[in-house]
């Protein structure tokens, strides 16, 4: 059985975009079109609930990575937030994006050094699994109760506190194995 057929497991696809084929790491078969005005939304009223500011960096930041197809790196989001207008300085954008992490808007992939919308609402403490496809980018973040309880299982045998357990697992996607 794959992750996507176990109905335990809740896959979203936070790479985005146009659903028009295999261009820009956008599959059909798994990718959803990201409403950036409604991920924005969410952030400010998110924000707002917790008496916190999304600026407006951190909006721009935010607002890049929704439109993105793929995970971005920092100098990707100053390239990005330069095509329209002043180039930001750098610690602006990494000050931002550690909001945003800390917030829970965004995660960052390690194996990558870039950064990617959260496409659910999970908690703090709730293990992340990313499907990453080594070709294209297409990038899947998918949470599964069962593997929730296995980490807190394992941890527990070993007397260990995980804070927010992510694990980042490299392969193909459906697209990139077809002929």
Known sequence: MSVSDDPHVLIESPTGGRRDGHVHGVHPCACQPRDVAAVLADAEATCSGRERRLTPMRRRVLEALAASEVPLGAYDII??????????????????????????????LESRN??????????AGEPVVFLICERCGATAEASSPDLQHAIQAAAAGRDFAARAPVIEVPGLCASCRRP
């Open 79 to 108: 390239d990005r937030l330069g095509r329209h207008g002043v180039r930001p300085a750098p610690i602006s954008v990494y000050r931002a994006l550690d909001f945003l992490v800390a917030e829970g808007f965004v995660h960052r």
């Open 114 to 123: 870039a950064f990617i919308v959260c496409t659910h609402r999970h908690g």
